[in-house]
């Protein structure tokens, strides 16, 4: 059963400490998204990713958030320093443009930082 | 640029009842549509996808859609409701290369 899968599932940190969320995209996928999802702003996409290559990463906050492939099989998506307003959950999503257009979500990473 | 609107941010449905959720999009070209459901704690869930042909598309879980294109809406459908179908509906536009979602329609399902 092919999953996006996502990794930690939860994590709280105090504010100003990095953190890294990881991500292993379904085998065979060439496209990875990054998106945020709070109950204020809802699902904001702040990366997308094809065959590793960063292609639009214009949602992101530049200056704590970087999101990078160094591999097929992973993605990552960091943020340091970490603030309280970073809190939310954050999901990966992968797709392959070669046989559809949709996208299929992981289960989130919930950060809470205090 | 594209968008989408979910005109409804929370509905209450008898289970049993009809269930219907409008979502209107704004896009530049012929529009990938998209609806997902997301459970509390979980990710989303792909329930069904409109690219071309058929404008009523039938997905899983019992749910479809149509596509009017006159109207720039894609309204989500399910004739008899059932308690697991409580969750959040989120429609989406776009393709793989950029989607945009709605602020999605939390449904609740009453006994």
């Known amino acids: 059963d092919a999953r996006v899968t996502q990794t930690p599932r939860h994590k709280v940190t105090e504010m100003g400490q990095e953190v890294t969320m990881r991500c292993q995209p379904i085998?065979?996928?060439?496209?990875v998204f990054w998106y945020r999802q709070t109950m204020m702003q809802g699902l904001e996409l702040l990366a997308y990713f094809r065959n590793r290559a960063p292609l639009d990463d214009s949602g992101m906050p530049k200056d704590r958030f970087s999101a990078e492939m160094p591999d097929a099989t992973l993605a990552t998506l960091k943020i340091q320093p970490s603030e309280p307003r970073d809190s939310a959950v954050y999901f990966c999503?992968?797709?392959?443009?070669?046989?559809?257009?949709?996208?299929?979500f992981g289960q989130g990473t919930r950060l809470t930082v205090v | 640029a594209q968008s989408v609107t979910q005109p409804d941010i929370h509905i209450t449905v008898s289970e049993g009842a009809s269930l219907e959720l409008r979502c209107n999009y704004s896009?530049?070209?012929?529009?990938?549509l998209f609806w997902y459901v997301q459970s509390p704690g979980q990710g989303l869930q792909l329930l069904l996808k409109y690219f071309s042909g058929d404008t009523l598309v039938q997905g899983i879980k019992g749910f479809e859609a149509e596509f009017k294109r006159s109207q720039s809406s894609f309204n989500l459908r399910k004739p008899s409701v059932h308690w697991s179908d409580a969750a959040e509906y989120f429609c989406?536009?776009?393709?793989?290369?950029?989607?945009?979602f709605g602020a999605g329609t939390t449904v609740t399902v009453r006994a």
């Open positions: 085998l065979g996928h060439n496209t």
């Open positions: 989406a536009v776009g393709a793989l290369r950029k989607l945009s």
């Open positions: 896009y530049g070209a012929t529009p990938y």
């Open positions: 999503a992968s797709g392959d443009r070669q046989t559809n257009t949709e996208a299929f």
